[in-house]
């Protein structure tokens, strides 16, 4: 049954029972299994007090179990008690600070189950070899169980150093997981034969699974990129890329950096690091599809300080993983090379600007008079405004702070002084149709950044217009309606805030939006115009 290789292999025996009963249908099939939906009071009460107990009679289930059954009930209820348990474990780890910075709750029946031969119990349901051949809910709930026994010993691994026993055993359950997992890869692939029976299943099975693999290379590292010929990494860095390249929700924006892992420990070997990327990588998912998903990892990473040491580690690693052959007719059209550096040139502008102005005050009006700098300003914010980082949301308030507090100096100056009013034509040009591009962007789809980094930011220049040079947004809304129809309609375009001498065409579609050219027609035609031309046919106009 195997996707990733080629071959086939039978369906499960509960599968294949399903499939049989002609009488029914899946969705009767799966229902008749009785896998229930709450633990049981009674294992809850023997896991509390008779721990060892509860072990051996799982051991004695799970051996006496019919193996890929449609129905297993003991084995099953009480599989579902330790999955109740593992929840608040797995749900309450920081995935990517200090395995202290938040307080997980670790009940003491957890310990005491851990103590009690927990691992062993899930090592030896790895160990059987068809352990994704069992019922696929069952299948879950132990990678629950599994996963909550790795977040254990990435939240107390210094408490563990002193238990090197159950320390090592843990080691070793997660070797053997992602051992099983590579064998049984194809059971993670979307669409595979087993979701006709649950749709998602894979999905189901690749979130506990990622959320283990990133748990333990926070703690064992080292084992997974310095060690090429270590099993633990030879199994683990295709389980990576996968889980990577699918990026399941709930998502976190530092997993992406996960893109590296798979590759750090061969860099020096050419050869294998090239079979590795063509096997992987451009034969499973192909080098275009592996450029854009990159591009995505980029446009995501954080530009505080952290973040960027975090990216600029994976370009690094990246950059070689490029040089392979089959990436090259697709490197530039898929822009992944120039996103994080247009990203980080604009972030080192806005700074620029606001270590200017407050180191050097006398200066401002070089900068005003000779560049522009409203316009850059406005640039810069539209710029980063759909991928706004707290990082960058900070700059942009100070610097918009800066600017304001600016406008105010020259607001108490004589409304002839040449520097006064130069600033205030400017800020006129740019402020209110910068102010309705950040409000447009707000509503297209697909925008990364958080609702309240937006916000900030558009108060930021909110503010920089009206408590700095006294702009009144309405006045401002009617003025530049008049002028629109002489302005294009592209917010990136320079004719956005100055007039062309050019005639500009309309579109007709709904004969609002003004371009000075096919090019930016396109561009806002595929950055949310689409969407709104539609709405516009639908609202009766008049040609003029």
């Known amino acids: 049954m195997s996707l990733l290789n080629g071959t086939e292999t039978q369906l499960p025996l509960w599968a294949q029972a399903i499939l049989n009963n002609r009488e029914r249908g899946i969705t009767d099939g799966l229902a008749s299994a ?46 579902r008690m330790l999955a109740t348990l593992a929840d608040p474990i797995r749900g309450g780890v920081n995935f990517f600070e200090g395995t202290s910075e938040r307080n997980v709750y670790i009940s003491k029946p957890w310990e005491n189950l851990l103590d009690a031969g927990l691992c062993v119990l899930c090592h030896e ?3 059987s070899g068809n352990f994704f051949d069992e019922f696929p809910i069952w299948v879950s709930d132990m990678m629950k169980v599994i996963g909550a026994i790795i977040a254990y010993l990435r939240h107390v691994s210094t408490y563990l150093e002193g238990r090197p026993r159950l320390h090592d055993a843990i080691c070793e359950l997660s070797a053997k997981l992602w051992e099983c997992c590579w064998l ?11 979701e006709q029976f649950l749709p998602g299943l894979a999905k189901e099975l ?57 590759f750090v420990a061969i860099l020096h070997r050419p050869s294998e690091l090239s079979d590795f990327i063509q096997r992987e990588v451009v034969e499973k998912h192909g080098a275009k599809s592996y450029l854009v998903r990159l591009g995505i ?54 700074q620029l600007l606001q270590d200017i102005v407050d180191a050097v005050p006398a200066e401002t009006s070089t900068l005003i008079r000779e560049l522009n700098v409203i316009r850059l300003i406005s640039y810069g914010i539209m710029t980063l405004y ?17 600017f304001t507090n600016v406008g105010k100096e020259l607001r108490t100056r004589s409304a002839k002084n040449p520097l006064r009013k130069a600033y205030e034509r400017s800020l006129r040009r740019e402020w209110y149709p910068s102010l309705k591009a950040l409000d447009d962007m707000s509503k297209l789809p697909h925008i990364d950044s958080k609702p309240e980094a937006r916000s900030y930011a558009r108060l930021g220049w909110h503010r920089l217009g009206t408590v700095g040079m006294g702009l009144n947004e309405d006045n401002e809304r009617k003025l530049y309606k008049e002028r629109a129809s002489k302005l294009c309609s592209w917010r990136e375009c320079k004719w956005y805030t100055m007039e062309p001498s050019e005639q500009l065409k309309e579109c007709t579609g709904c004969r609002e939006a003004r371009y000075c050219g096919t090019a930016c027609q396109y561009r ?14 639908q609202t009766p106009h008049n040609k003029t």
Not at 208 to 230: G, M
Not at 339 to 347: A, G, W
Request: with cysteine.
């Open 34 to 79: 009785g896998y229930p939906e709450q633990s049981s009071e009674e294992y809850r009460s023997l896991i509390a007090w008779r721990p060892n107990d509860f072990v051996d009679e799982w051991l004695a289930a799970y051996r006496g179990r019919s193996r890929s059954a449609l129905r297993n009930p003991t084995l099953w209820l009480m599989t």
């Open 125 to 127: 349901a790895l160990s």
């Open 184 to 194: 049984h890869r194809d059971r993670f692939v979307t669409g595979n034969p087993l």
């Open 206 to 262: 690749r979130v506990p699974l990622r959320n283990a693999l990133r748990d333990y290379l926070l703690v064992k590292h080292d084992a997974n990129v310095t060690q090429s010929e270590n099993p633990v990494y030879l199994n683990s860095r295709g389980l990576i890329l996968m889980c990577w390249f699918y990026r399941d929700d709930p998502w976190i924006d530092n997993f992406e950096m996960m893109a590296s892992v798979p």
């Open 297 to 350: 990892s980029i446009q995501c990473s954080d530009t505080d300080l952290p973040g960027r040491q975090r990216l600029n580690g994976t370009l690094a690693t990246i950059r070689k993983v490029l040089r392979h052959d089959a990436f090259k007719p697709y490197l530039y059209p898929s822009g992944a090379d120039q996103l994080q550096l247009h990203s980080q040139r604009t972030m080192i502008a806005l």
């Open 386 to 402: 759909r991928t706004l980082k707290d990082a960058e949301t900070l700059v942009v308030m100070q610097l918009c702070d800066s």
């Open 524 to 537: 806002d035609w595929k950055n949310g115009h689409k969407q709104m031309c539609r709405r516009l046919k």
